[in-house]
């Protein structure tokens, strides 16, 4: 499968606890976004990566969460000290520099408890 | 503020009958894009069809067409001989002169055997 991959697919978390996330983008793609999508929402933009730049973050990536891409391939996202209202889902995507269509993974869906 | 409206929570449909879903956006800049993603339960995103704002004619994919209307920042999706395979979440979203994209909360269309 050449797709965008994320991992875990799940995770649960005890409130306080630190996550990360793994993203594996579509190969050569050199953008690479991280989205959050809670119950009954549409996907909200996190921040996105040309490589290995971040070029972007949302007012909602608060101190706690932290993205990076070192080597402008796989992309990973932590939360530091989870609240409950972290729980969602977290979706990452890649694209090529020029193109319209983003890819989507599967995402990961944390609950904090 | 870029925001993106989809006012139909939820619609249901019977199988090969034709079923529009809404959406309104509402920006100041001249040159965007539009989409149409669907979400199957439990699976990833998928691009349906996509209209740059540039172009007046409205775009087609097989089944799928959009109704374009610039002015009135409207941009519903046609769904024809609607499938089973059809039933998801159908999210609208645009990129408004910046990489990451602006999702609705979208609709859920239920298609009945």
């Known amino acids: 499968d050449t797709g965008v991959s994320q991992d875990p697919r799940h995770k649960i978390t005890k409130r306080g606890q630190n996550v990360t996330f793994r993203c594996d983008p579509i190969s050569e793609h050199n953008r690479l976004y991280w989205y959050r999508q809670t119950l009954g929402q549409g996907p909200e933009f996190l921040t996105y990566?040309?490589?290995?730049?971040?070029?972007?973050k949302s007012r909602l990536l608060s101190d706690r969460f932290s993205a990076e891409r070192p080597k402008g391939s796989f992309s990973t996202l932590e939360i530091q000290r989870t609240e409950q209202g972290d729980s969602a889902m977290y979706l990452c995507?890649?694209?090529?520099?020029?193109?319209?269509?983003?890819?989507f993974g599967p995402g990961t869906r944390l609950t904090v408890l | 503020a870029q925001t993106v409206t989809q006012s139909q929570p939820e619609m249901s449909v019977q199988e090969a009958e034709t079923v529009t879903l809404s959406c309104t956006y509402d920006t100041s800049e001249n040159n965007y894009y539009l989409f149409w993603y669907k979400q199957p339960p439990s699976r990833q995103m998928i691009l349906v069809i996509r209209q740059e704002a540039y172009k007046q004619q409205n775009a087609t994919e097989n089944r799928f067409s959009v109704n374009f209307q610039k002015a009135a920042k409207s941009f519903s999706l046609k769904i024809s001989d609607s499938q089973l395979g059809d039933t998801a979440m159908y999210f609208c979203a645009s990129r408004f002169g910046n990489e990451k994209l602006t999702f609705g909360t979208g609709t859920r269309l239920t298609i009945i055997p």
């Open positions: 995507a890649s694209s090529f520099y020029g193109s319209n269509e983003q890819f």
């Open positions: 990566f040309q490589n290995e730049a971040q070029l972007e």
